[in-house]
């Protein structure tokens, strides 16, 4: 136990003897197949849903920074300091800072 402790830089908080003892006295998991099956099921489906998620989310980013080249201010704005393409994207669409001189006054 001591050497996965030291491979995995366990901190050192508990000794092994702790650690196995915890392991040793936590709670039995699930055993009926039914029930197992049931939950890899649905754990599947949300990892499902998390790829597509994702995907989207992908392809709305490089929509966003495409578009975002075609706005008059979009390189003034992806100049700001830490704004990012998305950031600086999200500024214009919420008419945050809707003229150059908005942008100046709020960076300084």
């Known amino acids: 136990m ?3 402790c030291q491979e995995h830089a366990y901190s050192g908080k508990r000794s092994g003897e702790q650690l196995l003892a915890r392991l040793r006295s936590a709670p039995a998991g699930a055993t009926d197949p039914t029930k197992c ?3 890899a099921e649905a ?6 849903l998390l790829k597509t998620f994702d995907a989207t989310l992908k392809s709305l980013a ?3 920074t495409a578009t975002l080249g075609e706005h008059p201010d979009g390189k003034t704005f ?11 994207a999200q500024i214009i669409a ?4 809707p003229t150059v001189a908005d942008a100046r006054a709020w960076t300084g």
């Not at 754990?43 to 499902?48: E, N, S, W």
């Not at 919420?94 to 800072?97: A, S, T």
């Open 78 to 88: 992806t100049s700001l300091p830490r704004s990012g393409q998305i950031n600086a």
């Open 94 to 97: 919420e008419g945050r800072l």
């Open 43 to 48: 754990v599947l489906a949300m990892v499902a």
């Open 37 to 39: 099956a049931a939950v």
């Open 62 to 64: 490089k929509t966003v």
């Open 2 to 4: 001591a050497a996965l």
